[in-house]
């Protein structure tokens, strides 16, 4: 099963999650990836937990659910306390908002402090734009996928009102990704 | 019926099914005197039925399309047909069970949607196919098989409803008004949108029987004797008023 | 019959689209211009998307007041010339019941797609489960067949959408796609071809719309409003639809004929496919979802050499009972995972010889792999 990569994006209903999950498995078959997607759907995806999942594979995917997570990006506390065990131990990677996530010292498995809510707060005085800012700094770190099929994306999936918005956050995500491998 | 009208009946069929002193043939001839005045094309009109004694008036002896249904659904397929083909002249002859009772959803509805829909309701009161058990139309106090005692229920005016729901041709007249009948189902080929006729057709079999009307003349007279039009109300006590059915267009 | 080859109304590509959408996509491709639907969970986006693309294509949609109107209609529909559809879950599916044995009866070519949810009753709305599959070939009363597709990509959810309407036309009979939740959700990349080869129902003027020369023949099906005068009926009816209710005769060689000219017409209609079998002592028989987690299980097994197969049914109903045998007979074991409490398994041993185990799992969830896999170990 080599060439696949499993991705979990996890956080709070309201947070932007499926969006966000959308718009990397699109930008994956933009690349000409074989995809497999799903989400958290009905009450789960407005309430507290919500997670989106996105299979990357060069051939098609076989079980098209998430195994083991070889990425995880974790907005909330509970998300990351859900979830964090579940990533690949040596390999893995873990991304989680600074400041709003505390997490474990135990875990075999790199981490990655992404201040994205913080960020989306001062620098684009929008709250709502941290699963974008997410979205950059995966793929400045992981190259998943590049960076003109996520711009495509958002340019297929997203409202023309939230466009500027978007393309913007993902900007300043992939720079706090540049900042992270430098 | 007269040979004029043999044109208008699907070769092969000889004979109609109904009881002796059943109005629903009479109004089977009636609706086809109204097309035949129009000189409505039959290709271009298809027939909708439900289940029960009334869905037999078109099917099979129009010689347009007829599609008999499901009980109680007959306007559900009838909207499919009509949404589909706009040139088609959707017409729905169905019993009070089926429009009002198990279908009553669908028919308030449809008056809702307005849809150009032609709609007949011969209305005996009864289920008359299943042997005479209490319909929502059915008179309160009126025996049937399953209420010996008398309905204990008032019974739907059925063009109140649909008219209430948006229907936007309403009428109701009887068999026994069969010039003023053919007028409206007239109108109502001609009208755009959700029209509507209730039709009160007698049941000897059924209905008269369990009610002191067995003879099939008699609920004719009693149905001639009760149908009044709106303006002849007037001066009438509460208690003369009370026993009439009040017939006309309501809303045209 | 008649085929031929179209151009797709959408643009040829790859697009990472739901299995609800790219099942709408392949009505649209397939020629489905009619559609009316009520909204339940796990099937409504793909009733969204068809009130989108019918608009876009010059079809009619309408939501009904509820399922058994939205069947009803979408049968009026087809008889006015429409490739009609409706979609729907569970207990959309037990309403539509009694509408599809009339589609059955009347010989009215149609597709409900079941989205299928954890049941019984409303259940667990949001869920996955596999509890349909019965009741697709049994829900309404009396001796009838239907058609019945299982999808397990976003990719099938199109090609078999497309297939259930070539179906339907070619055969005249109501054809389903038994998806699940799982798969209507899943957003996979998927291949939208440039043409596609679909069948229109046949039409001859004058010919009777309700009977054929042959046992298992499938007649003419003209439209209203053509002149051909139909008279379609539920009750018995002969080759041009006059009530045949007292006539013995008229009554067995009609249920015989829609049943006939479905069976006899099994070796084109069911479609399976196998994985790794030549050798295989032991066989999964899998379909819908769980055929993914079938597949994984099956290679990741035979990495530690495992002599392990399957036979996935693409086709339920009718069911493929030859592939089924032929299975049987070559190997030892047959375990049947599916989201229900064994309703494949029980037609499986109907057929086969050798041990049939069945995997049952009722939680709302998907059969994960480590559980698929337990099971085989202690089997
Ligand atoms: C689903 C269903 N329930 C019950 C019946 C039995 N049934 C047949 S006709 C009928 C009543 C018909 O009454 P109405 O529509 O008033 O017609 P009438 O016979 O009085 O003209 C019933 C209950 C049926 N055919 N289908
Ligand atoms: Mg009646």
């Avoid at chain 2, 099979?60 to 009509?82: E, M, Q, S, W």
């Avoid at chain 2, 829909?117 to 299943?130: E, S």
């Avoid at chain 3, 179906?167 to 005249?172: K, N, P, V």
């Avoid at chain 3, 959700?185 to 596609?196: A, D, G, K």
Wanted: charged share 25%.
């Amino acid at each position: 099963m080599t060439g696949i990569k499993q991705v979990r994006l996890s956080g709070f209903g309201g947070q932007g999650v499926v969006l966000a999950g959308l718009l990397l498995g699109q930008a994956g078959v933009f690349d000409g990836k074989y995809i497999s997607g799903s989400n958290s759907y009905g009450a789960q995806a407005r309430g507290s937990g919500c997670k989106s999942e996105v299979i990357f594979s060069d051939g098609p995917v076989d079980f098209p659910h998430l195994t083991t997570a070889d990425i995880l990006v974790a907005m909330s506390q509970g998300a990351y306390d859900l979830y964090c065990q579940d990533v690949k131990k040596e390999s893995g990677l873990i991304l989680y908002d600074q400041g709003f996530v505390t997490p474990r010292e135990d875990l075999r498995v790199k981490h990655l402090a992404i201040p994205a809510t913080d960020v989306s707060i001062k620098r684009l005085k929008n709250k709502q734009a941290a699963n974008i800012v997410f979205l950059g700094a995966l793929i400045e770190v992981t190259h998943i996928v590049s960076p003109k099929a996520i711009r495509k994306a958002i340019l297929v999936h997203v409202g023309e009102r939230f466009q500027s918005l978007n393309l913007k956050a993902l900007r300043v995500g992939m720079e706090l990704g540049r900042k992270m491998d430098g | 019926m007269t040979r004029a009208l043999e044109k208008y009946i699907r070769p092969g069929v000889k004979s109609t099914p109904f009881c002796p002193g059943c109005g629903h043939g009479i109004l089977m001839g009636l609706i086809l005197r109204a097309i035949d005045d129009l000189k409505m094309e039959m290709k271009k009109m298809l027939f909708v039925s439900g289940i029960g004694c009334a869905a037999w008036i078109p099917s099979p002896h129009y010689n347009g399309d007829t599609l008999h249904t499901l009980h109680g659904r007959a306007i559900a397929f009838a909207t499919g047909a009509k949404l589909y083909n706009p040139d088609l002249c959707v017409m729905v002859v169905s019993g009070d069970g089926d429009l009002s009772s198990i279908g009553g959803n669908h028919l308030i509805h449809a008056a809702r949607r307005n849809i150009d829909l032609k709609v007949i309701c011969a209305n005996n009161m009864i289920y008359g196919m299943t042997g005479g058990q209490v319909a929502s139309t059915t008179p309160k106090g009126s025996r049937t098989s399953t209420t010996g005692e008398g309905n204990p229920y008032r019974p739907f005016d059925l063009c109140k409803l649909v008219e209430g729901a948006g229907a936007t041709y309403v009428a109701r007249f009887s068999v026994t008004q069969p010039i003023l009948l053919i007028q409206s189902i007239k109108k109502a080929i001609l009208h755009k949108g959700f029209s509507f006729i209730d039709v009160l057709s007698p049941c000897p079999t059924q209905y008269g029987r369990r009610n002191r009307l067995d003879r099939p003349d008699e609920m004719m007279k009693d149905l001639i004797r009760r149908c009044i039009l709106e303006e002849e109300i007037e001066g009438l006590t509460e208690e003369e008023r009370a026993e009439k059915i009040i017939t006309g267009e309501f809303l045209s | 019959m008649p085929s031929k080859w179209v151009k797709t109304p959408f643009p040829k590509g790859r697009y990472y689209f739901s299995g609800n959408e790219a099942a709408a996509e392949g009505a649209i491709a397939a020629g489905c211009r009619f559609y009316a639907g009520y909204p339940i969970t796990p099937s409504s986006e793909l009733m969204e998307r068809m009130a989108v693309r019918l608009q876009e294509v010059g079809g009619v949609f309408i939501q009904m007041e509820d399922e058994i109107a939205s069947i009803s209609a979408v049968i009026g529909a087809s008889w006015a010339g429409a490739k009609a559809m409706t979609a729907t879950s569970g207990p959309g599916f037990s309403l539509m019941q009694e509408s599809i044995g009339y589609a059955a009866f009347t010989e009215t070519p149609c597709v409900i797609i079941d989205v299928q949810r954890a049941g019984p009753c409303t259940g667990q709305a949001t869920k996955v489960g596999s509890g349909d599959i019965m009741q697709a070939k049994w829900g309404s009363h009396g001796d009838y067949q239907v058609i019945a597709l299982s999808p397990w990509s976003s990719q099938e959810m199109y090609d078999l959408t497309l297939r259930a309407f070539n179906l339907s036309e070619t055969y005249r009979v109501p054809t389903m796609v038994m998806a699940d939740e799982a798969i209507g959700h899943l957003r996979e990349t998927i291949q939208i071809p440039s043409r596609v080869e679909i069948f229109d129902r046949m039409k001859r003027k004058g010919r009777a719309p309700f009977d054929s020369e042959e046992e298992d023949g499938v007649p003419p099906m003209p439209s209203f409003g053509e002149g051909e005068r139909l008279a379609v009926t539920g009750s018995t009816h002969d080759g041009f639809g006059f009530r045949k209710t007292d006539d013995p005769q008229v009554h067995a060689r009609l249920v015989s004929r829609i049943n006939k000219k479905i069976l006899n017409h099994r070796r084109t209609i069911i479609e399976t496919e196998d994985y790794l079998i030549e050798d295989a002592e032991i066989a999964l028989i899998t379909y819908g979802f769980t055929a993914r987690t079938s597949l994984y299980v099956v290679k990741r097994l035979r990495k530690e050499d495992w002599k392990i197969g399957m036979l996935r049914l693409k086709t339920l109903w009718p069911f493929p009972d030859e592939a089924v045998a032929q299975l049987g007979k070559r190997v030892r074991k047959i375990l049947v995972p599916e989201m229900n409490l064994g309703q494949v398994a029980g037609e499986v041993r109907k057929y086969v010889p050798c041990d049939v185990h069945s995997l049952t799992q009722t939680n709302g969830e998907v059969i994960r792999p480590d559980v698929l896999i337990e099971t085989l170990r202690r089997m």
